[in-house]
Nanobody, 120 residues
């Protein structure tokens, strides 16, 4: 079993920045086999993909809506993945979740989410 715990959310003004963290743990857990992703869900909307990163950080992927503003990274020594969010907009307001998957499978493990609110 894998546990994912997000942190770093909060209230920020438009144009500001936040860095989200997602700490992974579990019995017999090997962080480097997991492709990690960030998703978000705004009230009344479906959950949407934000960004993801492969096991060693060489490959990253972003939704068009966040390209150039958000950066995903990971520290395998700390079993942690990050989402640096800059130039935040009110439409970025959502609960942000991290998730883990192996290979080409669907994301299997999810965190509890952290609220990000961007005021105009």
């Amino acid at each position: 079993q894998v546990q994912l715990v997000e942190s770093g959310g909060g209230l920020v003004q438009a144009g500001g920045s936040l860095r989200l963290s997602c700490a992974a743990s579990g019995r017999t857990f090997t962080f480097t086999i997991y492709h990690m992703g960030w998703f978000r869900q705004a009230p009344g909307k479906e959950r949407q993909f934000v960004a993801s990163i492969n096991w060693n950080g060489d490959n990253t992927y972003y939704a068009d809506s966040v390209k150039g503003r958000f950066t995903v990274s990971r520290d395998n020594a700390k079993n942690t993945v990050y989402l640096q969010m800059n130039s935040l907009k009110p439409e970025d307001t959502a609960v942000y979740y991290c998730a883990a998957r192996t290979g080409a499978q669907n994301y299997k493990y999810w965190g509890q989410g952290t609220q990000v609110t961007v005021s105009s």
